[in-house]
Structure formats: C-alpha cells, structure tokens
C-alpha cells in the first residue's frame, strides 16, 4: 500500500497595503482646500479626518452679502424700481415734442406704470384712483393745475388704442411689458406666455402692435391718423 503524500499547508492570501495618506499628501491637499476657498472669499473650515482609503469628504458653503453692489440696483424713493425699453423712452419723448402725445397722456401712462405689481405687468388702480393720484402735487399749491377724470378716461382709451396699455378687468390695468416692466426676465417671459395665450398667440396683437419698424411683426403706430379715425368715429 503507497503511503499518501504529505498534505502542503494552505497558503494565505497576501495582505494589500492600503494607501494610507501622508503628511506630504496631507499638506498638498489642505493647499489645494486654501486656495479654492480664498477664491471663494471664505475661510476654510478644518478638514475631517482621513477614511480607510485616505479620502475625505469637504462641504463647502458660500454665503454672498445682501448689500453688495452687484446684487441691488440705487434707486430713488422705495416703491422698487422699473426696466424701461430705451426705444420707448426715446420715442415717447419725440412724440410729446411732436404733440402726438399729450401731456395727460403720457402723465397718465407714467403714473400707471409706475404703479405695477413686480413680476404682474398689472397696476390695481380705477380711473378715479389715478386721477387722486396725479392731482396729490397739484392740491399742494393754490394755482396747481388738476386734471378731471373724464380726462384720466379718454387718456387711458388713448394709451390702450395705441398699445401702450390694455385693460385686465375693473380696477386691472396691464402695461405693455415690452414697453415697461417691474420685474425680472423670468416673470416677463410668463407674462408674456399668458399674453399669447389669451390672444390666441396672434403676433399682431397686444402686446406686439407697436415697436421699432426694424423688429418683424412690429409697427410705428401713426398717431395723428389714428387721432382722426378716433374723431370721425365720433
């Protein structure tokens, strides 16, 4: 009978060094966590202690200053402030001198527009209200020239037959906010999506009538043709 040969004894699995970070590493890394926090303008926080393989986990948080210059705009009074089309400004202007606007017409245009909730296009005001609200100068001085509501009314139609204005209900009345508007892109984009939407997304209609000839699907209303179409129409 052979004899069984001797049994070899089971090798073991080699043990794999884990990495394990050093100070070298260490000081290379909290470099690194300096310099991205001094671009950041934040002071590092101390790091937490190394994992089994040497990596660590950072939380970062940047907090930004509500009163720096980048962030606000300096505007007088305290009621906000409005984003104005700089074409509109100046066309507004020529057509006053030109006395295609009048100026209960363009007092009333200013005062509404003035008075809008941010991010709506809309101002809250009746007519009565806006005629309260132009006269509160004039009521200072003895001579102070006041305007009457009637006038307020036939402004307001005016605006409105131009484009300038729409009405949005008793007591609601919508600027055209490619004309003037207080809020942020963001909001005038929804405004105008609803616009669209409740004009059947006619790009001849409002709030798109009136603009710079050079912009497609825009006109230059002509004003006096439109003040004699107004007076035929009785």
């Not at 090798?11 to 909290?30: G, L």
């Not at 209200?129 to 102070?144: I, R």
């Not at 139609?157 to 009345?173: H, P, Q, V």
Request: net charge neutral.
């Amino acid at each position: 009978m052979t004899p069984k040969p001797p049994m070899r004894p089971q090798r073991r699995p080699s043990e794999v060094s884990q990495p394990v970070a050093t100070p070298e590493s260490d000081d290379v890394f909290d470099d690194i966590l300096s310099l991205l926090a001094d671009h950041v303008g934040q002071t590092p926080e101390v790091a937490p202690p190394a994992t089994k393989r040497g990596r660590r986990k950072v939380n970062i948080s940047i907090e930004y200053d509500a009163d720096k210059p980048t962030t606000t705009h300096t505007m007088a009074g305290n009621t906000g402030y409005s984003l104005t089309s700089n074409w509109f400004a100046q066309r507004m202007a020529q057509l006053i001198i030109a006395r295609r606007v009048s100026a209960s017409q363009a007092a009333v245009f200013l005062y509404v527009a003035g008075g809008q909730k941010k991010g709506t296009g809309i101002a809250s005001y009746t007519q009565q209200q806006v005629t309260d609200g132009l006269n509160e100068e004039a009521l200072k001085f003895p001579d102070g020239k006041k305007i009457t509501r009637p006038t307020v009314n036939k402004a307001v139609k005016a605006l409105c037959d131009w484009g300038w204005l729409e009405s949005a209900g008793y007591g609601r009345i919508r600027l055209n906010v490619t004309l003037w508007f207080n809020g942020n892109s963001g909001e005038q984009k929804e405004v105008l999506q609803e616009l669209a939407s409740d004009h059947g997304n006619d790009p001849e209609a409002f709030p798109h009538r009136i603009g710079p000839q050079t912009i497609p699907g825009q006109q230059v209303l002509d004003f006096e043709d439109l003040a004699q179409a107004r007076e035929a129409a009785g």
